[in-house]
């Protein structure tokens, strides 16, 4: 009964982790309707004069644009990234200290998702937010997500894990027994 019941809680956790990712998927898609309806077609939005604009632009590329008209490309790379995370994240391990790469995780597929649903769906992604005080690339929610994502790994991996919480995920064959 034991077995089955931590079956069923693990089984909870992947179901949670999925929605989570929905939710995050959503919230990218809708602001893009938004920025499709009032954006396009404009000068954009002065949120804050010369340094933060909402500007519409529509990304053939990848960041900062590079890579034009590589849809195809992108698509391939996404789906086979989140093969790989996914089944990376399927191997760390429940204890709530892992809580955080799980973060991470739903928020890089998050990101990963809704701008891949823009390419298959649109052609291109949908960008709109402008720093424009430093000419930082347009960007959009699903951009954030990634970024925040990465950011976060890097500093737990510096600061939060040790080389053993790895190993949890990733053991080392030689050593196994």
Same mark, same amino acid.
């Given at each position: 009964h034991v077995r089955v019941i931590c079956r069923l809680m693990f089984i909870q956790k992947q179901i949670r982790i999925y929605i989570y990712i929905i939710g995050l998927i959503l919230i990218d898609q809708l602001s893009k309707v938004w920025a499709l309806s009032a954006l396009r077609g404009t000068e954009g939005i002065a949120v804050i004069p010369n340094v933060f604009e909402l500007s519409y632009?529509?990304?053939?590329?990848?960041?900062?644009?590079?890579?034009?008209?590589?849809?195809?490309?992108?698509?391939?790379?996404?789906?086979?990234?989140?093969?790989?995370?996914?089944?990376? !994240?399927?191997?760390?391990?429940?204890?709530?200290? !892992?809580?955080?790469?799980?973060?991470? !995780?739903?928020?890089?597929?998050?990101?990963?998702?809704?701008?891949?649903?823009?390419?298959?769906f649109r052609g291109y992604v949908v960008d709109f937010f402008y720093f424009s005080l430093i000419n930082f690339p347009i960007f959009n929610v699903a951009d954030i997500y990634v970024t925040v994502a990465a950011f976060m790994f890097i500093i737990l991996g510096l600061f939060y894990y040790k080389e053993e919480d790895f190993s949890l995920i990733f053991p080392d064959k030689k050593h196994e027994n």
């Amino acid at each position: 009964h034991v077995r089955v019941i931590c079956r069923l809680m693990f089984i909870q956790k992947q179901i949670r982790i999925y929605i989570y990712i929905i939710g995050l998927i959503l919230i990218d898609q809708l602001s893009k309707v938004w920025a499709l309806s009032a954006l396009r077609g404009t000068e954009g939005i002065a949120v804050i004069p010369n340094v933060f604009e909402l500007s519409y632009l529509e990304n053939r590329g990848a960041a900062f644009g590079i890579l034009q008209d590589h849809q195809i490309f992108f698509v391939l790379i996404t789906v086979a990234a989140a093969v790989i995370l996914t089944w990376i !994240y399927r191997r760390i391990p429940q204890p709530k200290k !892992y809580i955080p790469l799980r973060i991470s !995780y739903a928020l890089i597929m998050a990101g990963a998702f809704g701008n891949l649903i823009d390419r298959v769906f649109r052609g291109y992604v949908v960008d709109f937010f402008y720093f424009s005080l430093i000419n930082f690339p347009i960007f959009n929610v699903a951009d954030i997500y990634v970024t925040v994502a990465a950011f976060m790994f890097i500093i737990l991996g510096l600061f939060y894990y040790k080389e053993e919480d790895f190993s949890l995920i990733f053991p080392d064959k030689k050593h196994e027994n």
